[in-house]
């Protein structure tokens, strides 16, 4: 209900605050848009375009029909799922063993462990030892290169053990009276409850690995094991479009017309998984983080 009761500094400043928040909200969503309109416009038009795109300049889906007629970028959303399916199992698995353990009060050296945890949070052994490391372990050129280095994050591990100690321990009491050993407490009793955590640590740990182009760039040589985001790295950093424009083209156009649609396209399908996804889990956010962040 409207409050009529309101004094006029107070209405000033609840109207500046709403076109403030509509300008911050056009600022974050007009690179949003751009980069849509202008992947479906006209290679020629938009070419001799400068500035914020925010609707189509003669609409076409040839840029589309580039992208998905040339096998680099299929393949690469193929190993992106492998990488994205199999790396957030693996972490979200570990990452609530490791939790669970930790926060049992009768842990041998438990603070001890913590503190190494956290050490590694601040400090690293670099990148030359972490390369020596999965080239030693047999791992180089290898999807588990790209999986297995990035599987157990001291973060989530943290925010984890924190969330379970919320828990009351009277649910574990009455499951050990039960006869319930530790597989069964953790699965059964401490997983459901702690869903919200675990949905939070797998949606961070998914857009970690979706986005994730520089372990693959390290250890991957094979482009049959290319995720999606190294392809998008070479058309955008590298400006090398050649992976993905030797079809689907005009023959009467020049290559270099079809550049720049080619980088927008590869942007929207790039991100559109993680953009469908994003909504869903949004209403676990408030409460996985902070139960994570309020204790230590």
């Known amino acids: 209900m409207r409050d009529y009761n309101k ?20 600022v974050f969503v007009a690179p949003v848009l751009h980069v849509l309109f202008a992947s479906f416009s006209d290679p020629v038009e938009l070419t001799s375009k400068t500035g914020i795109i925010l609707w189509p300049s003669g609409f076409t889906l040839v840029g ?12 690469g959303y193929v190993n992106s799922f492998i990488y994205l399916i199999t790396g957030v199992t693996l972490s979200t698995l570990l990452s609530f063993m490791a939790g669970y353990a930790l926060s049992r009060k009768n842990l041998l050296w438990r603070n001890v462990i913590m503190f190494l945890l956290a050490f590694t949070m601040f400090f690293s052994g670099g ?10 372990l ?3 050129n290898t999807r588990w290169a790209v999986i297995v280095p990035t599987a157990v994050s001291p973060f ?5 053990r924190t969330a379970l100690q919320e828990i009351p321990p009277s649910l574990e009491e009455s499951a050990k009276i039960d006869g ?16 919200a955590t675990v949905a939070v640590i797998a949606l961070f740990s998914g857009v970690f690995i979706w986005n994730n182009w520089f372990h693959p760039s390290i250890f991957l040589r094979d482009r049959d094991k290319f995720p999606l985001q190294l392809i998008l790295k070479e058309v955008l950093v590298e400006n090398d479009t050649s992976t993905v424009t030797k079809s689907g ?11 720049r649609l080619v980088k927008y396209c590869t942007i ?10 994003y909504p869903f889990a949004q209403k676990y956010f408030v409460r996985g983080v902070m139960i994570g962040s309020i204790k230590g």
């Open 7 to 26: 004094s006029l500094p107070s209405t000033i400043f609840d109207i500046f605050n709403m076109l403030f928040m509509l300008a911050l909200s056009f």
């Open 64 to 75: 589309y029909r580039i992208i998905f007629s040339n096998n680099a970028i299929l393949l």
């Open 127 to 136: 990148l030359i030892p972490f390369y020596r490391v999965v080239t030693k």
């Open 138 to 140: 047999g791992m180089y």
């Open 156 to 160: 989530f591990i943290i925010i984890m």
């Open 180 to 195: 319930a050993n530790h597989l069964t407490i953790m699965f059964k009793i401490l997983l459901p409850v702690s869903k």
């Open 249 to 259: 083209m005009d023959i009467n156009q020049s290559i270099d017309v079809y550049k």
């Open 268 to 277: 929207v399908v790039s991100v559109f998984p993680v953009l469908c996804f």
